[in-house]
C-alpha cells in the first residue's frame, strides 16, 4: 500500500561511481553508496571542510602525488583533510564499493564471444558492481531486495556511452537491473559525492 511506497521512497539509494586505470595493469570502477536523503546531508558538510583546507576540488591522483592544488600540502595536512571528509562521509552512512580487473582479463571476456565483444572493460565492472546490490546477502546493510538505485556516473570516459546502453537493454529485455530506477552521468564539479567516488576509485585498484 501506500505505506510501503513511502517506505521504499525513504530507503532509495544513490550510488556515485568514478573509473580509475593505471593504463596498463588494473582497472577499477569505485565509488560509494547511502540513502539518496543522507547524500544531501554530505553535500552540507563537505563544503566547509573544503574551504578550510582551501581546496577547490579533490583530484585524489593529485592528492596522493602532492600536485595540483594540494602542491606543497605537507603530509600531516592531506591526512588530516581525508580524515575530516571520511569522518563525515561515515556519519552519513556511506559505504564503499568497487570492482577492479587486470586489464589482460578484461581483454581476454571481450574476446570470449561475439556478445562480449562489444562490452568495455568499464562496462565488465559496472555489471559487476550493480549485480552485487541486486544479490542475497548483498553487502549493504538494507534489508533484501534492494530499495530502488539510482546510479551515478562520473562522466568524461569515451566507454560511458556502452554503459548506458548495456544499462537499457539489461532493463529492456530481463529484471536483474529492475531495483537500479536510472542512470546518469556528472562532472567533478558537480557535486562532493562524485569527488568522493574518485577517492576510492584510484585507491581500490591499488
Not at 600540502?73 to 568497487?98: H, I, M, Q, R, T
Request: charged share 25%; glycine share 8%.
Amino acid at each position: 500500500g501506500s505505506e510501503l511506497l513511502l517506505e521504499r521512497i525513504t530507503l532509495a539509494l544513490t550510488c556515485y561511481l568514478d573509473d580509475s586505470s593505471d593504463g596498463e595493469t588494473m582497472s577499477s570502477l569505485g565509488g560509494y553508496v547511502a540513502k539518496t536523503e543522507d547524500w544531501e546531508q554530505f553535500e552540507r558538510f563537505a563544503p566547509e571542510i573544503y574551504k578550510r583546507f582551501g581546496l577547490d576540488v579533490l583530484h585524489t591522483k593529485d592528492l596522493h602525488r602532492t600536485k595540483g592544488e594540494f602542491k606543497n600540502w605537507p603530509l600531516e595536512k592531506k591526512k588530516n583533510f581525508v580524515e575530516e571528509l571520511f569522518d563525515a562521509a561515515k556519519s552519513c552512512g556511506v559505504v564503499g564499493v568497487s570492482a577492479c580487473v587486470r586489464n589482460s582479463l578484461g581483454k581476454k571476456f571481450n574476446q570470449s564471444h561475439k556478445d562480449a565483444a562489444r562490452i568495455s572493460t568499464l562496462g565488465l565492472l559496472f555489471a559487476r558492481v550493480v549485480f552485487s546490490f541486486g544479490a542475497k546477502g548483498s553487502f549493504y546493510p538494507i534489508e533484501y531486495p534492494c530499495p530502488p538505485l539510482s546510479l551515478i556516473v562520473e562522466a568524461g570516459n569515451k566507454n560511458n556511452k556502452g554503459l548506458r546502453t548495456h544499462f537499457q537493454e539489461v532493463r529492456e529485455n530481463g529484471v536483474a537491473f529492475d531495483f537500479a530506477t536510472d542512470l546518469s552521468f556528472i562532472g567533478k564539479k558537480d557535486c562532493y559525492a562524485i569527488q568522493l567516488a574518485d577517492f576510492w576509485a584510484f585507491y581500490s585498484r591499488r
